[in-house]
């Protein structure tokens, strides 16, 4: 059985064959979209993409992101490709990029937005059940994850991993400018 694209929820059936053409070409150009949810599936998607790409050259992959929500998880899967991959990987921020997402953003060396572009920087909201030891060991292995999130974030912005910390957890909204000074961003697009 042939793989099925991944394609957001208002793509209508009749129009399958162009989204393929479509992505085909946008992967010719060494281009990848991020849109919507960034769950486990779409991380993979990507970081299959990434691979693909990597392994054809060394050109700059330019990915687009807009994900207003994010699953911590494929956000860290997706950093970890980004790491692997000898191919620099742009990336070009517009919608709103929040929580997890924003580590996907802060990976790649060469991080750019559309000034209308928001940014969202906050600790991911969890549910998990099970027994108390099963929690426990939930918890320390979610801590270590946003500890690795805070890491990312500060990396790429020069600041402390205590500072972006305290700026994740009660949540903290920037316009594109703003994070441009936060060091998120190294180049605003249209001004």
Do not use: C
């Not at 205590?162 to 594109?176: I, T």
């Amino acid at each position: 059985m042939e793989p099925q694209p991944i394609l957001p929820s208002w793509y209508e059936p009749t129009s399958i064959n162009l989204e393929r053409e479509l992505a085909d070409r946008l992967l010719a150009q060494r281009t990848i979209l991020v849109d919507g949810r960034l769950d486990e599936l779409l991380a993979s998607h990507v970081a299959a993409q990434l691979l693909l790409l990597d392994a054809r050259s060394n050109d700059p992959i330019v990915l687009h992101l807009s994900s207003a929500d994010s699953e911590l998880d494929a956000a860290l899967a997706l950093v970890g490709a980004i790491d692997l991959i000898s191919a620099p990987v742009h990336v070009v921020a517009r919608g709103t990029v929040r929580g997890p997402a924003i580590a996907v953003l802060a990976a790649a060396a060469q991080r750019e937005a559309h000034r209308h572009t928001m940014f969202v920087l906050s600790t991911p909201k969890v549910t998990a059940d099970g027994t108390a030891d099963q929690l426990a060991a939930f918890a320390d292995e979610h801590e270590r994850q946003l500890a690795r999130l805070r890491d990312v974030i500060a990396h790429a912005t020069g600041r402390s991993a205590d500072e972006v910390a305290a700026d994740l957890d009660p949540g903290r909204v920037l316009s594109a400018q703003e994070a441009k000074d936060y060091g998120l961003i190294t180049q605003l697009l249209g001004s």
